[in-house]
């Protein structure tokens, strides 16, 4: 199944000749949500919405035994490029390069699948693969994610699935997580706009567990800050003094 998956979306031959790129809105969060139930024995995790890689590359470096699919048309979405200002626009020519040249180094786990989100979806159902879990953080219009997560129900109705832009500005998003949740009998589960749907059994367990997992990603975020700031304080003291 993958192989035929990396046959029909295969790399180019030669890394595009672009910079590391590490945009993106995937954080300590995201993390937090992943730490508790990102399946780190998992075999194949399926990806809709991959921007610039920062959230594949996560999963690709937790789970080590995994595939990712990714599945993106890289053309961005609407409720970003409306309005998106020069640091997005100027990422857009060349957004998929950019992607390749971000993961190479994963070349052999990643099979970037350059298409829509629920083609994408049915072309992997129809070839039989099983994912272990799915995040989605494509479009943010509520019928957008609406669709992606009705198909998900259809297709993927037990897998586990997490995503990003749970309420906020994302209201659609938000409306179209809760009403998943509660035909599927489950309930939303919380790391910030970090979000997974648990069955009310595990609603006590993985809530504790995204608790503690995002303390520990906060102050891992902050001991970062910390380093990053003496770093520039040690780099300013060594400069010649006028």
Aim: negative net charge.
């Amino acid at each position: 199944m993958i192989d035929e998956i990396k046959k029909r979306y295969p790399w180019p031959d030669a890394k595009p000749d672009l910079p590391f790129d590490n945009h993106g809105w995937f954080g300590w969060c995201h993390k937090a949500m992943m730490d508790v139930v990102l399946p780190k024995d998992g075999k194949v995790i399926i990806e809709l919405g991959s921007w610039l890689g920062l959230s594949t590359r996560f999963m690709l470096s937790q789970v080590p035994e995994a595939t990712v699919l990714a599945i993106d048309h890289w053309k961005g979405d609407l409720s970003i490029l409306y309005g998106a200002d020069e640091e997005i626009n100027k990422r857009m020519p060349t957004l998929y390069e950019a992607f390749l040249s971000n993961c190479w180094e994963y070349r052999e786990r990643l099979v970037p699948m350059r298409t829509t989100t629920i083609a994408g979806l049915r072309e992997l159902h129809a070839l039989g693969v099983k994912p272990d879990f799915i995040y989605l953080d494509a479009a943010h219009q509520y019928e957008d994610a609406k669709a992606d997560l009705d198909e998900i129900w259809r297709l993927y109705p037990d897998v586990r699935l997490g995503g990003d832009d749970y309420g906020g500005k994302w209201e659609g998003v938000k409306r179209a997580v809760d009403e998943h949740a509660g035909r599927a009998g489950r309930v939303p589960c919380l790391a910030e706009h970090a979000w997974t749907i648990a069955r009310p059994e595990e609603k006590e367990t993985i809530g504790k567990g995204m608790k503690r997992a995002m303390m520990f990603r906060h102050e891992e975020m902050d001991r970062g800050a910390d380093a990053l700031r003496a770093n520039v304080m040690a780099k300013s003291d060594e400069e010649p003094k006028p």
